[in-house]
Every structure is written in C-alpha cells, then in structure tokens.
C-alpha cells in the first residue's frame, strides 16, 4: 500500500507523533531507505509504509491505532538485527515503530530490579547497570542488538549458563497491544500476554519497558581462546568431537562458557569462565584440546572491559553491527543429543571439498544448558529449554550473496541432520531467523505453538502485529504440534534436566 502525503496513513502518524518531522518518515522523503529504513540483510529488499520514531507509550499506541485502521501490518525495531530484516515488516508495506528514543533507565537498590526503556542497546544496558550499582544480566554479545527484540525471543549470552536467557529476568512488561491499550503484564498481571511476550513479543505487541531481575557483577573472568589453524577441515574433526564430549559432561560447572568458531582461517574455541584463572586452571584445557596453534588467556577484573572484549571478536568485528548482503541458517540440539562421530566426519569433509562461493563465512556452535534449562519447557514461550548448544552460521556476500553461499550453509545443515536419529526434529532459535525454514513458527517455538495461536487470536485477532514468521492464528493452515519425535524429546528433556543440568 502507497502513503501519499495526503493519505489517511500519512496524516494520521503526522498527527499521532504532533507533526514533528523528525518522528516519522515515508516514501516520499529523499534517502528513505538508506536513512530510516536501514535494512540489516542487503539481500532482502523491503519497503515500508512508514518508519517512525515515537517518544512516549502513548505516541507507540497512537501509531499502533492509525497502522491498524488503516489495515497495515506493523512491527517494532529496537536494535534492527533481523536476519531476514523482519523489524521492517519482511515484506513490503508495514509500519514500522523505530523505538530508539526509549531509553530510559532507573535501578530500584532495595530490589535490584531495573526498569529498561524498550529502545536500549545491550552496549547500553550493560553500562547503565554497571553504572547504577555493579548489577548486570544475561544478554548477547554484540553491542548494537536492542533489547526489545533480545528479551523478547531468548537473548543467549556467554552469562546464560549462570544467569539463563535475557528473558529469563524479565520480571514484567509495559506492552502496547493490537487494540492500542497500553498494558501492564506480569506473571500475576495479564499472564498469558506476559507469557507470550517472553519468546514470542513481536507477535504480540511492543514492549516499551521492561522490568528485569539483575545479578552481581562477576568478580575475576577468564576469557580464552585456542585457535586450530594448520591442516584440512578434515584434521579438526577430532577436536570438534573433544569439545563436544567435555562440554556434554553433566558435571561441567555453570561457570564455563565456550564456542566453537568455524572459518575460512580454520578452528577457534573460545569462551569465558566466571570464576578465578586458579579455578580455570584446573580444568586443563591445554591437556584436552593438544596441537592448537596458538592460545591465549585474558584476565579480566573489569564487567565492562569484558563486556568490550565480547563486542570484539572477529565474527562481530566482520558482521556484528554492519548491514550486509547475508544468508544465515541455525540448529537447536534440542534433548541434548550430541552429533554422532560419523556426521561429525562428514561435516568437516564437506567442508574441504564444498566451494563456499565467499571467503566471509562463519559456523559457531555455542554451548547453552545451565540455568536456561533449569526452565519448564511451558514456563515461557521460549521453547528450547531442552537445548545443550546451537548452531548458527551465516555468510556475508560482496554486492549479494551467491546461489553457491546459499548452497552450502543448506548443506552444513543437512549433513548434520542426515547423520543424526530424529534428525528432522531440530528447532532452530528464533533470533537467527530462517525465512527458508519449510514452517518457521514450529521450528521456533515448538510444542508451545498451540497455545501461542489461541492467545495471539484473542489479543491481537486481525495480526497486526505480523511478519513473514509470526505467531499465526489459530486455525491458521499449517501444523499445530510439534512432531512426535520432538515431543518424546522434550519429555524425555525435562528428566535429564533435574538430573544433569
């Protein structure tokens, strides 16, 4: 749909946002898509109806109102890291609520409890925290990602293990709705729109404020890195299966964090661990994974210069806060099923022979468990609570990514699916969105999409709250439960759980 600048659309946002010409923009204006639009994915192109830029709840309401009347979808942007660019709508003609003027910030000392504007980055967030009393939470690593969309589907971070997911400390929610009310939501307080929100948001509504939990900044931090960069692919599959078999130790303590990297530059295994470089040490790292090439370990006694350190590595340095042409794809290892040896052999052939079709690509497996699966599975709408680690690998194209990029991220997951019982039963995290994914909406929320789809018809019945994705609504033609073998896992999950993490 056109927005003419006489068109009810137009005139209605003009009025909504008191005719202040630096809160809002349509397509008329000169430099649209590079000045407000912004998409993160260069290789997705999307149109908005509008993008605007409220300064109040009131205003996000307002807007919500005339985007509805209107019959247009809409969808929030905070940070604007959507991989298929779903903070823009996905496809063309949304209304988009940029939320970068919701900053606000205020830490309650007798309960540790910070009120969060929707619009904050996490780069932010970590540093007003720090600043209001040496609190922090769990989040992501990338600075420029906004917490409305990271508290909103999961918000995995290097702290989960102790802390759990972002939304885990999402304690309450200020919430506009599909009606334009402007809600209060908590576990006590409309609870099944808290419980939505809390895996699900964009679906449901626009956070405008979050409430969350927070902890005691660590003291003393180990960060490490042991980087594996001579021989094939083939010759790193050994070390791949060392990882895998250390970090699904039961007994592994909450206090270790760890990735694996995968790149044209060969193998880093990296992490943090919360605790003292003596505690570090007795892990023996340098004994279980041998023939590295080079290792390092920084000490840090400093929240903030190790937050810094995070936003540094070389996937973030490459594609962490930069619009590119890009294809991503992921997999959840839900019921904490560890890849075979046999695929794991495959994985690293493939590849040495595949062509790639790019030099900038990236695999990274991140381990998860902890406190994120101490959570019921039902608890939250966040549906991976089975999960032991995720895979997410993404490519990055120059001018667009090639048929042969796209090919072969299609192929790491395949392989791996081949190669593992129950295979077709992974989900896939919904912030590293799929928009190839055969049904989306299953793979990322699972066996709590039923109840996803009877609360989105009663709050939101004319999805206007709608990108490619989304929560559909009940009756919707595309299957409801997650398939058998999922939900055997799942169950099966919940046991191991009490027992191993």
């Known amino acids: 749909m056109g927005s003419s600048q006489s068109s009810p659309l137009v005139s209605g946002i003009k009025a909504a946002l008191g005719w202040d010409e630096k809160l809002f923009a349509f397509p008329s204006k000169f430099a649209y898509q590079l000045e407000d639009v912004r998409p993160y994915n260069l290789t997705i192109p999307v149109k908005p109806a509008a993008v605007t830029y409220p300064k109040t709840s009131a205003q996000v309401a307002a807007i919500v109102k005339v985007a509805a009347d209107a019959g247009l ?13 779903y ?54 690593t990338c600075p420029q990602v906004g917490i409305g969309g990271h508290a909103t589907i999961g918000g995995l971070g290097p702290s989960s293990r102790l802390w759990g997911t972002a939304l885990d400390h999402v304690e309450e929610v200020e919430v506009v709705l599909a009606d334009s009310r ?17 895996g699900a948001g964009a679906s449901f509504g626009i956070v405008t404020e979050f409430v969350v939990r927070t902890e005691p900044e660590p003291g003393e931090c ?13 010759t790193l599959a050994a070390t791949f299966k060392t990882w895998q078999k250390f970090v699904s130790d039961p007994d592994l303590t909450r206090k270790f964090a760890s990735e694996v990297i995968i790149s044209e530059l060969g193998m880093i295994i990296s ?55 890009l294809v ?38 991140d381990l998860a468990g902890g406190a994120v699966n101490d959570v019921a599975q039902d608890a939250t709408s966040y549906a991976h609570r089975d999960a032991l680690f995720y895979l997410q690998s993404y490519a990055v194209g120059i001018g667009k990514v090639k048929s042969k990029t796209k090919n072969f991220l299609t192929g790491v997951n395949t392989t791996i699916r081949d190669g593992m019982p129950g295979g077709q039963d992974f989900g896939a995290y ?41 929560v559909p609504l009940a009756g919707t033609p595309a299957p409801t439960s997650a398939p058998t073998m999922a939900i055997a896992r799942v169950r099966v999950r919940k046991v191991l759980a009490k027992l191993c993490f």
């Open 430 to 470: 919904p912030g590293y969105v799929d928009p190839t994914l055969v049904n989306g909406p299953l793979s990322y929320w699972r066996t709590n999409l039923p109840r996803l789809q009877q609360i989105k018809s009663q709050v939101d019945p004319r999805d206007v709250f709608h990108n490619p994705q989304s």
């Open 222 to 234: 180990v960060n490490y890195s042991y980087s594996f960069t001579v021989g094939s692919y083939a």
């Open 271 to 325: 992490g943090t661990f919360f605790g003292s470089q003596a505690e570090f040490n007795k892990l023996e790292m340098n004994k279980k994974f041998p023939g590295y090439k080079d290792h390092h370990t920084l000490i840090f006694k400093d929240w903030l210069g190790l937050a810094a350190h995070w936003g540094e590595t070389v996937a973030l340095r490459l594609a962490g806060g930069l619009a590119a042409p």
């Open 182 to 198: 402007i809600v209060r939501a908590s576990a006590t307080e409309s609870p099944d729109i808290f419980w939505a929100v809390k």
């Open 73 to 85: 979808k809409v969808q929030p942007r905070s940070g604007g890291h959507s991989y298929a660019n």
């Open 87 to 140: 903070c823009i709508g996905g496809v063309d003609g949304a209304v988009v609520i940029d939320l970068r003027h919701l900053q606000h910030f205020q830490m309650d000392r007798s309960t540790w409890k910070a009120k969060v504007g929707g619009g904050t980055l996490l780069g932010d967030l970590t540093k007003r925290m720090h600043d209001a009393g040496n609190r922090a939470m769990a989040h992501g």
């Open 328 to 365: 991503s794809k992921s997999l959840t290892f839900n019921g904490a099923d560890l890849i075979p040896d046999k695929a794991v052999d495959k994985l690293f052939a493939y590849l040495d022979r595949v062509d790639k079709g790019t030099l900038v690509w990236f695999i990274i497996f």
